[in-house]
């Protein structure tokens, strides 16, 4: 079924069904001031971290609420109801909705009782404060007498465990004020006697606003319990009801910002109002709410220019293919999701609850290749905090703290940073990551000056971003297995795979094998001759190892225990084949072709789903080890073969590099949210934006996805995408074209930006091939392959390749 559709000119995906089978959220505003909220208003809002800068307050794994609620009334018949269908929850055969989600903003649009409304929630342009802003229009026959009411549920703690849990003190340390047209909320409010620069026990008074812009106040209420009344709820408030909000404040209860403002209307006008929501002292939020002097032509001119800072970095790749779900996800979806991931990590959500105030190391990193190709340097100023989070010992801090003070770090070698993070040892994958991801950043700008660029390492010292890579090399050979491969150490990217300290990864052993061919390019080009002599003799080492210790016949297997339990051979009773240690295996060029057509052929015949690819099969039940912590999860969830989404993308790139191009589109399909539209009651999650796992064959949920929006997916399957679908190949002096598409199309288009100049890119394929290049011309000039160095560029160049 279909609760929505695809609006791509607006570039919205518009909910035409309000009851949709969860919460489909978007994402408002930047670190600085984040909100989530969704089709129906839940949500909550924080000022600069989830954990500790929590506004608004929402109960999760419930039923969404509370959120962002506008109240109308009609002040003749006592009828009401809400701006979004929730919470008030009218009959849908009266009422009808649409939420349109955008690129920064969403809109919510209602007919009800011939009154028309359009909320629109976003957070403007490089500011800290969200704005809600309603437009009633009477669209009946005679003139209505309305009462419109914001309502605002306050956490009574910036610390979203403290306003949950710790009652005893959150309760009694807060209070609300009411000063013109706004609430003002104070914690530790008795603390207003102090000086600006004092606190007592590291507390000093916080201020939270609500505030009417607009119009008049005509009562408020900044009491959640006399709002709601005895045994009401958010669907029947008692404020809304009886048409009052008691002009009352609060003083140990649970605080809220609720106004009601009064308008009447005659038959076909209109009225605009805002509400204005911030962690702001009461003098900013006053110089704020004053600032809304023309509240309608304001609105306008905010969201505008939200969109048009969003499509300056979305409009860098756009493509026109036969396939619409592709073009959806690339142009605008994927791309979105790419940077809410990038700029939230794994924050908050309505899954991240907000409680994980830092950033994975290995999370991060990835999650920057999603953007390389719309934003490089906005990746790469985040690429510079990755590396200064790196260790002098070239190994990466597990967890990033949003306080990380390069240079003067601990380290999970001091066991102050064991516990203040809960991480107790390095992980032997985190630094690897940064291979990839300084790469293509590096390749899609052709700036090899930033590896000469100096970068503190966490703890002490510093180097420039070669020494960095160079380190990171070496903390894998110094941390070596038994069998010469790079050692389990914590954990590798699947943290329910425990193989010991001393145990070995096939995937990790593989992204090694490939961080030295990426290290070789660059100590090439710093002409690094005995390093990359070096390089070369322990590549070819590595390589014979991982050939001799993990190739089973027809697949790799997983790695080997520090006990020297063989993990993933064939001839294991569970979990006999993985899915990482074959997509790996053709990404970092390792497998020869019969080893890559024989691993992938196995992954599609026993792997494959109609939702994508499981990450192991069969699931751990009876069989595990004492190291499989999948075998905790359900069967067919999350790693205890689950679909893990963010391993398609690996798959996507698999096939792509390795010519098949009906397979690798395929993969995207399967596991693809616009082409699940149609199936939204199974699949459940937005089908705009990708979830980490999808429920396998062994799961009675057989195609539901789970935990939303931040997820590593989101980049991987973009990369999957743009360099292996798309075959957008860029290098350290050019690019490279090398498509792996559909047999079934015909032609499509790809304009691009590259390194300053704009690349118009026309692929015709007349012979339905999968790959490979019959010819190429740049600008009406024939080239000898599909290769394009850079210094043949123009500003504007034409670009046709056929198939």
Same mark, same amino acid.
């Given at each position: ?8 000119? *607006? ?145 009574? =703690? ?69 709002? !709601?009344?005895?045994?009401? @709820? ?62 309608? @032509? ?17 409009? %860098? +790749? ?80 597990? !967890?990033?703290?949003?306080? =990380?003070?390069? @240079?003067?770090?601990? #380290? ?40 000469? *660029? ?24 110094? %941390?070596?297995?038994? %069998? ?6 914590? $954990? ?26 990426? +290290? ?20 070819? *080492? ?6 001799? +210790? ?48 024989? $691993? ?12 994508? $690819? ?37 798959? /996507?790139?698999? *096939? ?17 949210? $616009? ?32 935990? %939303?929006?931040?997820?590593? #997916? ?46 118009? /890119? ?5 012979? =339905? ?21 850079? @210094? ?12």
């Amino acid at each position: 079924m279909k609760y929505g559709y695809f609006d791509d000119k *607006e570039r919205e995906y518009v909910i035409d069904h309000p009851d949709t089978p969860s919460p489909w959220v978007n994402y408002l505003g930047s670190p600085e001031y984040g909100a989530i909220i969704s089709n129906n208003a839940g949500g909550y809002s924080f000022a600069r971290s989830g954990a500790n800068g929590r506004i608004l307050r929402y109960i999760f794994n419930q039923f969404d609420q509370p959120g962002r609620y506008i109240y109308i009334r009609d002040n003749a018949s006592g009828d009401y109801w809400s701006a979004s269908w929730q919470p008030v929850g009218k009959e849908l055969g009266q009422y009808q909705s649409k939420c349109c989600h955008g690129m920064g903003y969403t809109r919510m649009l209602a007919d009800y009782s011939g009154i028309h409304s359009e909320a629109d929630y976003y957070v403007p342009l490089g500011k800290s404060y969200e704005v809600w802003a309603l437009t009633v229009t009477n669209r009946s026959d005679r003139v209505r007498d309305l009462t419109l009411t914001g309502y605002a549920e306050f956490t009574n =703690h910036s610390n979203y465990e403290q306003d949950q849990v710790n009652l005893q003190y959150s309760l009694f340390i807060t209070r609300t004020l009411f000063e013109k047209n706004r609430i003002i909320q104070q914690i530790h409010g008795n603390l207003d006697a102090l000086r600006e620069d004092e606190e007592v026990d590291d507390k000093k008074v916080t201020e939270r606003f609500f505030a009417l812009a607009g119009g008049e106040v005509s009562s408020y209420c900044g009491d959640k319990d006399a709002f !709601l009344g005895k045994y009401h @709820g958010y669907g029947n408030p008692q404020g809304v009801i009886s048409g009052d909000l008691g002009n009352i404040t609060s003083y140990n209860e649970n605080s809220c910002g609720a106004l009601s403002y009064k308008v009447t209307l005659d038959p076909g006008e209109s009225r605009t109002v805002l509400f204005l929501l911030g962690m702001k002292s009461s003098a900013e939020a006053a110089a704020i709410t004053d600032s809304y002097t023309d509240p309608a @032509g304001q609105v306008r001119q905010e969201i505008n220019a939200l969109k048009a800072d969003w499509y300056a970095k979305l409009d %860098h +790749l756009k493509i026109n293919t036969p396939d619409h779900a592709f073009n959806t996800m690339i142009n605008t979806w994927n791309a979105y999701n790419c940077f809410i991931t990038f700029v939230w990590s794994r924050a908050a959500s309505f899954v991240y609850c907000g409680l994980r105030n830092g950033y994975g190391y290995r999370d991060t990193v990835q999650d920057i290749q999603g953007i390389i190709h719309l934003a490089p340097e906005m990746a790469c100023e985040k690429i510079r905090f990755m590396l200064s989070a790196q260790v002098d010992n070239g190994g990466g801090l597990p !967890l990033v703290k949003f306080t =990380h003070n390069p @240079g003067h770090e601990d #380290t999970p070698d001091d066991a102050s940073y064991v516990q203040e993070t809960g991480h107790p040892a390095y992980r032997a994958d985190d630094a690897l990551w940064l291979f990839p991801t300084v790469y293509k950043y590096i390749a899609e700008t052709g700036n090899t000056a930033f590896l000469d *660029e100096v970068i503190p390492f966490a703890n002490k010292g510093e180097g420039t971003v070669y020494e960095h890579l160079k380190r990171a090399v070496q903390f894998s050979f110094d %941390h070596l297995g038994p %069998h010469g491969l790079p050692a389990g150490l914590y $954990a590798d990217w699947n943290d329910c795979l425990r193989l010991g300290a001393e145990g070995e990864s096939s995937f990790v052993a593989l992204q090694f094998y490939y961080a030295m061919t990426i +290290l070789k390019k660059f100590a090439v080009y710093k002409q690094d001759s005995g390093y990359v002599r070096y390089l070369e003799e322990k590549q070819e *080492e590595t390589g014979q190892k991982i050939q001799k +210790l993990c190739w089973d016949n027809d697949r790799f297997i997983r790695g080997y225990t520090e006990k020297g339990e063989r993990i993933g051979a064939a001839a294991d009773p569970e979990a006999n084949l993985w899915l990482n240690p074959q997509s790996w295996a053709v990404i970092s060029g390792l497998a020869s072709r019969e080893q890559a057509d024989a $691993a992938l052929e196995n992954v599609y015949q026993r792997l494959n789903t109609a939702y994508g $690819a499981v990450l192991m099969d069969p699931p751990y039940h009876e069989h595990a080890f004492d190291g499989a912590l999948a075998v905790i999860y359900n069967q067919g969830t999350k790693e205890n073969s689950g679909i893990f989404s963010q391993s398609q993308g690996w798959l /996507i790139l698999a *096939e792509a590099l390795s010519g098949h191009g009906n397979r690798a589109f395929g993969y995207f399909t399967e596991n693809a949210p $616009a082409a699940q539209n149609d199936r939204a009651e199974i699949r459940r999650l937005e089908p705009y934006c990708y979830g980490q796992f999808t429920e396998g064959p062994a799961s009675s949920h057989f195609g539901r996805s789970h935990v %939303h929006w931040l997820t590593g #997916t989101a980049s991987t399957v973009m990369v999957g995408c743009v360099e292996g679908i798309l075959g957008l190949r860029p290098d350290l002096e050019g690019i490279r074209i090398a498509p792996a598409v559909p047999e079934s199309w015909d032609s499509f288009e790809i304009d691009k930006d590259f390194r300053g100049k704009h690349l118009h /890119i026309r692929v015709e394929n007349p012979d =339905h091939r999968e790959s490979g290049c019959r010819s190429m011309s740049l600008n009406g000039k024939e080239l000898p392959d599909n290769y394009i160095p850079e @210094g043949l560029l123009k500003e504007e160049n034409e670009i046709l390749l056929t198939l």
